[in-house]
């Protein structure tokens, strides 16, 4: 082991410590098996729960959301995170929880709603005990593993830092660092920033490298936008001024205007960076927010101005009288943005400063006014003479002008006590002008909207007898629409007889009922039904269809089930793809490897039986592709495969990547020889990156 890499493993390995909380007094009671508990639970609100577990049991609860989505936390009895479980599935479905007792006592389950804002409205779930039993020795040991499974996946880090040399691309390369300074951030700041200086470097060299005159030239470009997006990304949570040093840096120039790209996404940005700086700078804060107004008008400068406006009011009214004065130029219907801000900026001049009551006047009482009254009675004015002012052109009615003008009408409509104040007698020209511009352009009704509204409208029968007197051109569409009603409440069956009745093109009626089968399956899986989604799949047409379901649906199996439930269904989709160890085609190899990394959680065995045989295979398809480099898709530059172009072999690398890096957690050294199976260096170095991440900060 070299020197450096001995120092920057140690440096890691001594951050590797158990984050621990405080125990709360629990408040829901203890949970019993075969006893469910409801409850409803709105924003602001935990509920607590506990069950009393001997060393080394096995606990499975699940919690079903009903119109609410929630995020479970689970505590030893000493106190210590076992983790939060939150699946993708919104506001309906299962959030399953399984816990190894590492010690005999009662352990503590928090169910709070996840925080999307102000608008989280109440809801229910049940939470209860789906399965409680002596755990498998392989769950024994995936318990006891944590701690050391997080050091391996810091070596494998370190490693995976010194390989970063061996990337030739730029794009390959920088995506690697940006990965490995994330997971550096906590614990080494300094070989973060290092990483990150090393990135920045790339990206400006590449800048420097695009040429005009290759024929490839917008591919490059639209790389060199991608690249510099990914490192602010990843520098701007950590070091906003220096991500803003960056960003200045790097303008792009568009080919096709000789002008910076994207002028206005690029003051959008460094806005964002503005927000984070205020927290800590208000003063540097405003000086950025000034200097981005100087250059063009965004209505993201509202953020600034409100966070401004919490921190330093002074800093913030100052901003509030520029921006005033720089709207006092722009033509407002024209420009979309300014009168986005010219709004906001109204608004926000009414509302109180954060822990004041509401004010009627324009000034904020105890703290600097943002608007003068003059200067908002003339903004107000702009935007009410922008929109009476405005007429529709007589040859397009749907114009960006039209919904700007409509967007200042309705705006000031519901700004009537202010109209009032500074624009007596402007409210009713603006409320006939708003409904005027409202109304639809008098082009007639179509002759089939009536067949229309009844299939919509209407009841089920009266939609039937509808479309069969409708114009024979627009038949099949509405009797589609009618087997999508019928789906829609669940009757597939009904909504199958319809299309095969009454849809008269081949093709069409090919397509619907493909659709239909999707949409059952689909229906099916949200309901918890995987048995039966499973039959679907099995039930559709061609091999390839069957593969793009399972893909979709398969990580969703085993949420709310027993283990033996859930290794029984993996192995009903593992049939419906074939029996043979390799893959037939892509579609069937994604599947194969998202079955592999969804058996993993219950039998790490078994997932990697269906997962390594994949890997030989990946590794004869590279080499092929190696071949027919430049015969129809480009794989290769330089000697490495290319990972960002959407060639079919890098699509096979997310695969490879995402399921190994998954299957870390269940057996990492297993893991770790599988990756040191890929032959491609760039791709090795990718899973180790992946393996790392989840070993480092959890399963996601």
Known sequence: MSPSRAILLFSLLMCVLPIERVAAQS???????????????????????TVSLEKDQFLQLVV??????????????????????????????PENVSVVAETTGVYRFEVVPLDHGENVSPGRYEIKILDLRRATEQEIQEGKNRESLKAKGLALLVEAIESLKDIRLPQTRVHAQMQAAQLLWSSDET?????????????????????????????????????????????????PERALSFLRSTHIIDPETGTSYNQLQDLQL??????????TDPKRALEIAEETLKRGVTASITDTLFQLRNKDPE???????????????????????????????????????????????VSAAGSAALLSDQEYRDLLHKLVTAGLSYSPSSTNSNTPERYSAQ????????????????????????????????????????????????????????????ASKAPKEIRDQLYQQLAG?????????????????????????????????????????????????????????TTKERAIMLSQIVSQIGAGQKRATALNLLEMARSIVGSSVQAEDQEQMNAIFEIGRAFSRYDSRRGFEIVEPLIEQFNEISSAARTLNGFGQQYYQDGELIMQNGNSVANLVNQLTVALGSMGLANFDRARTAADRIRQPEVRIGVYLAMAEQAIQGPK
């Open 270 to 279: 460094e806005l964002s960076l503005a927000n984070r700086i205020a927290e």
């Open 191 to 239: 070989n973060a920033l290092r990483l990150v200086a090393d990135a920045i470097d790339a990206v400006k060299e590449y800048l420097t490298s695009i040429d005009l005159s290759d024929q490839d030239y917008y591919q490059t470009f639209e790389m060199a936008v991608q690249l510099r997006q990914e490192v602010l990304s990843g520098l701007a949570p950590h070091d």
């Open 315 to 361: 800093a913030a009214a100052k901003l509030a009288h520029e921006i005033a004065a720089k709207l006092q130029e722009e033509k407002l219907v024209k420009n979309p943005d300014a009168t986005m801000l010219a709004l906001n900026l109204l608004r926000l001049a009414k509302s109180p400063v954060r822990g004041e009551r509401p004010i009627n006047a």
């Open 407 to 466: 967007n200042i009408l309705n705006s000031l409509k519901s700004m009537t006590s202010s109209l009032e104040v500074f624009e007596p007698g402007s409210a009713a020209a603006v409320e006939k002008r708003a409904s005027e511009l409202s109304a639809p352009p008098n082009q007639g009704i179509p002759p089939w909207q009536s067949y229309q509204n009844t299939v919509n409208n209407g009841s089920f029968n009266e939609g039937l007898e509808a």
């Open 64 to 93: 079903m959301q009903r119109g609410i989505d929630v995020v479970v936390r689970a505590f030893s009895p000493d106190g210590k995170s076992l983790g939060e479980f939150d699946s993708p599935n919104g506001t309906d479905g």
């Open 485 to 541: 009603k019928a789906a829609a409440e669940g009757d597939f069956s009904t909504a199958r007889q319809i299309l095969m009745d009454h849809v008269s093109n081949p093709a069409q009626r090919r397509q619907a009922l493909s659709n239909l089968d999707q949409q059952a399956i689909n229906n099916a899986v949200a309901r918890g039904k995987m048995e039966e989604a499973l039959r679907g799949i099995g039930g559709l047409r």
């Open 27 to 49: 408040d829901g009671g203890s949970l019993q098996p075969g006893i469910p508990v409801e409850r409803t639970v709105a924003r602001g609100q935990t509920h607590r729960f």
